[in-house]
Each structure stands twice: as structure tokens, then as C-alpha cells.
């Protein structure tokens, strides 16, 4: 149980594209999903906390219009890339919390970015 | 927002030796939670160990909890060449529901 998937797991776009990740709960439902990214031998930073059917959270220093984060049922939360940047290439994962256990989070693998 | 810190930032090791990692963190928790990541892959959770514990096993792996310190260390012992990876402790906030914030990790190298 507590599957979560991503797609695509690898997407490749030109500079000024924008791109859509989907991130699914499989087998629960999904009241809270996070959005992190990381960059190259680094952590995994915070981008965004969203909850169903309201808007998302942003941690500061990230950018709301460039990162649309919808979060319209609760098996499904996207993160689009708007008008990429080579310097948005990174690896973002996401993961999701099964609301009837509020302390425990299950990631998804994970989508490589990169932008030429 | 990082709050944890481990050490070391690298460890290269022999096959068959033990491995330590340490995990200090800033704020107080519900759960700490080790995961590791092999190059250019997701996240693997290992283990949890919850506010009111002091250890937990788990096969070769053996983590302890200091919450009067905020300190984590995750052991492998008898390592493989196989345990080469990432290693991220990650601590849950006591606000329920809040994400999992991330240390910046050690890289451990395992070589036969």
C-alpha cells in the first residue's frame, strides 16, 4: 500500500517550454502533497505544500507563477514548469500524506528535468 | 527550510566494516526518518523512529534517537558494496501534517 507515481520520470524541454508533472496517489487518498526538488549532489529542498481543492503553499524564495501547483483531487497533484529555464533542470519529487496518518509522508521516484 | 545536518558530508569505507552516519536537527519532532538514495534515483525509506523512542533495528541498520540532544545516527553494520548510496535523515515537525524537512545527507562510498 501507499504507492505514489510520477509522470513522466524523465522529460526533456527546450528553453521557454513549459512542462507538466503529475504526481498520483495509487491506494489512498491524498489530502496533503509536497513538491521538492534537488539539484545535483545536493538535499531534497522544499518547493510547496499543497492541500485539495485550495491553493498551494510556497516556501519562500520560490517562485508561485513559475511553479503552478494544482491540486484538484485527492489522487492527483501537478506541478507545471512555466517558461523553463536552463537552471530549472533538477530533479523533482513528490510525495503525499495519507490523512490518517498525519506524521507519515510516501514519495514518488521522482521526475528529471532537464532544460536546453 | 533544511533543518538537519549530518555528518560526515562523505565516508568511504571497506566492505564488511561498519558505517555511521549522524543527524542533528533544529526543532522538536513527531518522528525521524532515515531514506537512502542511489545516484540519480528515488528515495528509499529505511526507517522511523518515533519521538518516544531511544533505538530501533531494522536487519543491518540500528538507529538511535537522542531528543535532548536533537540528534539521530543511523549504523550499517557489515557493509556491502551494495550500500553505496545517499543517506538523508528527515524529521517530521510535531504540527501535524507539516512535510518532511530534509538534512543535506552523507554520500557513502563502499568499496570491495
Known amino acids: 500500500g501507499a504507492v505514489v507515481s510520477q509522470h513522466p520520470s524523465r522529460v526533456i524541454c527546450k528553453s521557454g517550454t513549459s512542462v507538466k508533472i503529475e504526481c498520483r496517489s495509487l491506494d489512498f487518498q491524498a489530502t496533503t502533497m509536497f513538491w521538492y526538488r534537488q539539484f545535483p549532489k545536493q538535499s531534497l529542498m522544499l518547493m510547496a505544500t499543497?492541500?485539495?481543492?485550495?491553493?498551494?503553499?510556497?516556501e519562500q524564495g520560490v517562485e508561485k507563477d513559475k511553479f503552478l501547483i494544482n491540486h484538484a483531487s485527492l489522487t492527483l497533484s501537478t506541478l507545471t514548469v512555466t517558461s523553463a529555464h536552463p537552471e530549472d533542470s533538477s530533479f523533482y519529487i513528490c510525495s503525499a500524506r495519507n490523512g490518517d496518518r498525519p506524521y507519515e509522508q510516501y514519495f514518488g521516484p521522482g521526475t528529471r528535468l532537464t532544460v536546453t | 527550510s533544511q533543518q538537519g545536518e549530518e555528518d560526515p558530508q562523505a565516508l568511504s569505507i571497506q566492505e564488511g566494516e561498519n558505517a555511521t552516519m549522524n543527524c542533528s536537527y533544529k526543532?522538536?519532532?513527531?518522528?525521524l526518518q532515515w531514506y537512502r538514495q542511489n545516484s540519480g534515483r528515488g528515495l528509499v525509506h529505511l526507517i522511523l523512529i518515533r519521538s518516544n523512542e531511544r533505538e530501533k533495528h531494522s536487519g543491518r541498520l540500528r538507529v538511535t534517537l537522542d531528543t535532548s540532544k536533537k540528534s539521530s545516527s543511523l549504523l550499517i553494520t557489515a557493509s556491502r558494496a551494495a550500500d553505496t548510496a545517499s543517506y538523508f535523515c528527515a524529521t517530521a515537525p510535531n504540527q501535524a501534517g507539516t512535510a518532511l524537512i530534509f538534512g543535506k545527507g552523507t554520500t557513502l562510498s563502499v568499496s570491495s
Open positions: 526543532t522538536s519532532i513527531n518522528n
Open positions: 499543497s492541500n485539495e481543492g485550495s491553493k498551494a503553499t510556497y
